[in-house]
């Protein structure tokens, strides 16, 4: 059976005070028989902070973006190896909100990706239709592109080492939530697709919905038979919330 995850992405919010009492207030509220691996990605200038105060817990540290450069002269920019350094296990790419405001188009997401791999990263990648596109009815075709354009790039066996969040844009932030059918029903394309390149891989591959989760609607989601777990964004920044939406996850049936 695959664990799930639930992954914290607090987006551009917080401070080193913040920081602190937010994975203090969420390491106290986990429960160690609940079985789920936790995630938090704070913004770059936060993550040494949570990597200090994430000492000795088992929750996870990662990033939300990367430069797929090694290094060199990118003004602003932060390499795969820097988030090693710092101690994160995992970081995001192809955020709806980098892939609509920053310029991260397919091929991007893939470079990232494959990059982040390279450097011992794992890759969150995240697909996801915009409302439009749901109602014209090409939600699948979208969603099977932006999955296409990385395993055409790194090969179905990266995804071995990777996650997926099915993330639909117009639930991001909105407080509207996909049903738990119609997430899974993407989902299920999701595992469809890989499955016909490794039914192995796709098998053991974690696919996240990620859409206005919050403790409320987190047990229906996670309950569907492949979603595995959530990306959190708005909930992840109120400490009950968050272990409400771990706990949802660490103790399906
Ligand atoms: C996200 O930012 O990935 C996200 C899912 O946000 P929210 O939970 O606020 O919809």
New binding site residues.
Partial sequence: MRKPIVAA?W?MHGSRQMTRELISAVDEGLDNGWSVEVLVCPPFVYIDEASKQLAGTDILLGAQHLNPNPGGAHTGEISASMLVDLGCSHV?VG???RRAMYGDDDQVVAANFVAAQEAGLVPVL?VGESLEEREQGITDQVVCEQLSAVLDAAGVEAFANAVV?Y?PVW?????K?ATPEQAQAVHKTIRGLIAGHSDKIAGDLRILY?????GSNAQALFGMPDIDG???????LKADEFVAICAAAGTLE
């Fill in positions: 992405n987006k995001i955020h709806s909100e995240c969040a993330e639930a991001i932030g909105t407080g939530t990620g859409g206005s989760v919050k959530g990306l959190i964004g708005g909930a992840s």
